[in-house]
């Protein structure tokens, strides 16, 4: 067994785009193309975390791996861990991917790219970000922003993660749902509660900083496409067509 894992959660139940694991794109099923751009990136085995019968068999007749967790999760980072906890009880996996399943356009060199943060012994989570060159996205509050220091070409410490728009001199970053934990930063993280900032922006990574948290960001070239509404799997189905 490898020392890293990435571990996709895939919730079936979805307010914007109901199944949305299990949509159609190209012939396979989203959360396929997902579990397939992570065997690529060869970091580490690679099994989907689900509270759904059907997106396990989705996997597995795709020859992937899939493990059941509780339906009542609130976040990913809860599911991972439920999934982290039954695949190694023995505590030999040391790094946890957390890949989200809605990201079928992601490149398997930025799962790569995220894992480097982790060479600096003081950091416990990685992430990724992209810079910003749309305006229109630094006045979007759909867009997550993160500031932060830079500590090395290309890597940032965060510093803040908003919704709010980006203001000052760039250059601005557009955060990319990706994380990297060392296990023992993945189980810290799971006890803690809900921050003050972190329920007022509804961003989860916040908690881990306002804990005192470390949390650098590996910059890459690109955002990869989020799909959350009929019309961006209509977007990401003409992506991969393409």
Do not use: C
């Amino acid at each position: 067994m490898s020392d890293t894992i990435v571990l996709i959660p895939a919730r079936l139940s979805s307010t914007r785009l109901p199944g949305k694991p299990l949509a159609e794109i190209g012939g396979a099923p989203m959360i396929v193309h997902v579990m397939r751009k992570a065997l690529m990136a060869q970091v580490g085995d690679v099994v989907v975390a689900t509270d759904s019968e059907a997106v396990a068999a989705a996997v597995e007749k795709a020859g992937g791996r899939a493990v059941m967790t509780r339906a009542d999760h609130v976040s990913g980072s809860d599911r991972i861990y439920e999934a982290l906890q039954a695949l190694d009880p023995e505590h030999r996996i040391k790094t946890v991917v957390n890949v989200q399943g809605d990201l079928p356009t992601l490149d398997p060199a930025d799962i790569q790219a995220a894992l480097q943060p982790l060479a600096d012994a003081a950091v416990d989570i990685a992430t990724l970000a992209a810079e910003i060159r749309d305006p229109a996205e630094l006045t979007n509050p759909n867009v997550v922003k993160v500031t932060g220091e830079t500590v090395a070409p290309g890597r940032l410490r965060a510093t803040a993660f908003s919704r709010a728009d980006a203001s000052g001199p760039g250059p601005h970053y557009h955060h990319i749902g990706l994380y990297v934990y060392r296990r023992a930063a993945l189980a810290r993280f799971v006890k803690l509660p809900p921050s003050a900032n972190e329920r007022r922006e509804k961003l989860e990574q916040l908690r881990a900083l306002d804990a005192g948290m470390r949390i650098d960001v590996a910059v890459v070239a690109s955002v990869p496409l989020g799909v959350d509404t009929p019309q961006e799997l209509a977007k990401a189905r003409q992506i991969l067509k393409t």
